[in-house]
């Protein structure tokens, strides 16, 4: 069974930066995607960013330029960093695992929260 941990999440001031990492057990990252997603409160979950296991990745537009996901495949971890965070980028942000190399996100972690002051 696939079980995904994430840390790093935290209280920053508009502009800062925070960056998350989740580490994956019971899971291959050379042949499966891995994501994150958030929810806002009273919003629905969103995606942000996906990294595929050719390691090519893919952002939201609201992500891309700010945010870069990463992986390091030797320890099944990925890793999101935020820079230039806003208010509107505060949420929980959850890991996600694919079941195949560009998405099929079926596995959720616990999710880290970030809060962005203004």
């Known amino acids: 069974e696939v079980q995904l941990v994430e840390s790093g999440g935290g209280s920053v001031q508009n502009g800062g930066s925070l960056r998350l990492s989740c580490a994956a057990s019971q899971f291959d990252a050379t042949r499966n995607a891995l994501g994150w997603f958030r929810r806002a409160a009273g919003k629905q979950r969103e995606w942000v960013s996906s990294i595929y296991c050719s390691g090519d990745t893919t952002y939201t537009t609201a992500a891309e330029g700010r945010f870069t996901i990463s992986k390091d495949n030797a320890k099944n971890t990925v890793y999101l960093q935020m820079n230039n965070l806003k208010p509107e980028d505060t949420a929980m942000y959850y890991c996600?695992?694919?079941?195949?190399?560009?998405?099929?996100?079926?596995?959720w972690g616990q999710g880290t929260q970030v809060t962005v002051f203004p």
């Open positions: 996600a695992a694919g079941v195949w190399c560009t998405g099929g996100f079926r596995v």
